[in-house]
RNA sequence: GACCCCUUCGUCUAGCGGUUAGGACACAUCCCUUUCACGGAUGCGACACGAGUUCGAUUCUCGUAGGGGUCGCCA
């Protein structure tokens, strides 16, 4: 039997890590069997639920590349895949409850299951079997007085209903599992085969929710500079390892690596720094145009434009590996696309400690008015004939021409700025130095 | 309170009776170097505790402690 799997998001907020992961669980389990990966939105509750926060979900799982086979926007045999718009299955689902006898009401009309007070056992993938001793809890109400319904009496109709084969949800539901299988059984039906996964944890081992720091996808990831691909990465190596050589893993290679049976059973906490380490991984690898496409925006916002997508390109990619977050590009690459770049407080006073710096840098000018080729090779070349001209180290040189052509005390290389910028506003630049900064001294 | 899950370096983890307890992130030092990074090398650093079982426990069992979860007309 083909694998039927899903997430089951309810949209009462944005998509959080702990939703995220386990939605690309789920979508890697389908992926690596060729089965079928179902979204499913679990909007019963309507005074918690709005449009926006499902809307915002779907933008986080689209963003994080996890494509869903049926569910909204895609549709599918199983459909509607909101909850809210099918009260008429529910509806048939309960008859069948009560024909069996296994409902009553509460005095204002919530209706009740009983339960069977039986010992029941979870058989689980990655907690093994979990046997809940007959219960002395009351009976759960599945319907409101109003008549729409409860999580748990939806969440097990549709199962059945969408015919799931597993269920891989955070192990937060692990306790109120045995209630779905209870319901299951009322119905005739099989329980599909669970995996509770372990939850993500703050730094201080507390439960992470929606305000925590890199909790929700998109204010945390999408807008703060992070490539989906890591975060993708990042996700599956909290609660499972792959069984490689590399933490650092392709989409590809993590689908075909899956296995449900080896994700772990405790808790993780969550680790920024790691998470960083993991993009800085993947922005470095970027070709200048994939840099460029996914930097765009962020340049922008800084108010950073450009005509020319080549230059643009090759200018951010020259920092791709100072970088660990797209956030981070605009201030080490500002001064490739501006000539009012500022100068920063220590490249002023550097350039102002010491009073041979005015002619080194007009020696290298005069140098490199004369290279014709401008390539990083003649550029290095001109610089180092004019220090040799004036018996100094290019290493005393080269640092003055970086603060004259950028503004900053670090960066890409100077052979690198200044053929990216070309040979007219490298002396431009060098002059405009020597007037407002280095001729100013006192 | 009851029930359920969990417990190896600071963090993520490997380990499935015998290992100098391995790796990654972080941190520190060194090398490389026109800066900052990258890269390379080295170092720091853990089996929660107590009983058992066993020739031998990180590994199996029980207990304790600690952490997390569930017990809603939220999902």
Redesign the pocket.
């Known amino acids: 039997m083909s694998i039927r799997v899903r997430f089951?998001?309810?949209p009462?907020g944005d998509l959080h890590v702990g939703g995220a992961r386990t939605a690309l669980f789920n979508w890697l389990m389908a992926r690596k069997s060729g089965g079928t990966f179902i979204l499913r939105v679990?909007?019963?509750?309507?005074?918690?639920?709005t449009a926006e926060a499902a809307a915002g979900i779907i933008k986080g799982m689209r963003w994080l590349g996890l494509d869903w086979d049926e569910g909204p926007e895609v549709g599918g045999d199983c459909g509607p895949y909101f909850?809210s718009q099918r009260k008429n299955i529910y509806d048939a689902y309960f008859k069948k409850l009560e024909d069996a006898g296994r409902v009553y009401a509460?005095?204002?009309?919530?209706m009740?299951f009983k339960f069977s007070r039986t010992a029941i056992t979870?058989h689980?993938l990655?907690?093994?079997?979990?046997?809940?001793?007959p219960?002395?809890?009351?009976d759960?109400?599945?319907?409101?007085?109003?008549g729409?319904?409860?999580?748990?009496f939806?969440?097990v109709v549709d199962d059945i209903e969408m015919r799931m084969t597993h269920v891989l949800r955070?192990?937060?539901?692990?306790?109120?599992t045995w209630?779905h299988i209870d319901l299951f059984n009322a119905f005739g039906a099989t329980p599909p085969t669970y995996a509770?996964i372990?939850?993500i944890?703050n730094?201080?081992?507390?439960?992470m929710?929606k305000r925590d720091e890199g909790s929700a996808i998109e204010h945390s990831y999408m807008n703060a500079g992070f490539l989906p691909a890591a975060v993708f990465n990042y996700l599956c190596?909290?609660?499972?390892?792959p069984?490689a050589?590399?933490?650092?893993l392709s989409r590809e290679e993590l689908t075909a690596l899956f296995d449900a049976d080896?994700i772990?059973?405790?808790?993780?906490?969550?680790?920024l720094?790691?998470?960083?380490?993991?993009n800085?991984?993947y922005l470095?690898e970027l070709s200048p145009e994939e840099l460029l496409k996914h930097g765009r925006t962020f340049l922008a916002a800084k108010g950073l434009t450009w005509t020319d997508d080549a230059m643009a390109a090759a200018a951010v990619h020259s920092?791709r590996?100072?970088?660990?977050l797209l956030t981070e590009l605009p201030e080490w690459v500002h001064y490739f696309f501006r000539e009012d770049y500022p100068f920063e407080a220590d490249v002023v006073t550097k350039l102002k400690a010491k009073p041979e710096n005015a002619g080194l840098l007009k020696a290298a000018a005069e140098q490199l008015a004369q290279t014709a080729e401008w390539t990083?090779q003649s550029v290095?070349d001109a610089v180092e004939a004019a220090a040799k001209a004036l018996s100094v180290?290019?290493?005393a040189?080269?640092?003055l021409?970086?603060f004259a052509l950028s503004g900053?005390?670090?960066?890409?290389?100077?052979?690198?700025i200044a053929h990216l910028i070309g040979k007219e506003k490298t002396l431009a630049r060098i002059e405009r130095a020597l007037g407002e900064v280095v001729e100013n001294a006192v």
């Open positions: 089951a998001p309810s009462t679990e909007d019963t509750d309507g005074a918690r639920n909850q509460e005095a204002d009309g919530a009740r979870v689980d990655v907690c093994g079997d979990v046997t809940f001793a219960t002395e809890e009351p759960m109400t599945i319907r409101r007085p109003d729409s319904y409860i999580f748990h939806v969440n955070g192990e937060d539901h692990l306790s109120n209630k509770h372990p939850l944890l730094p201080d081992g507390s439960k929710s190596m909290l609660g499972w390892t069984k050589e590399s933490e650092k080896a772990h059973s405790s808790n993780a906490k969550f680790d720094k790691k998470a960083l380490w993991f800085a991984q470095r920092v590996e100072k970088v660990s990083e290095h180290k290019p290493g040189m080269m640092p021409l970086r900053q005390s670090r960066g890409p290389g100077v052979t690198t």
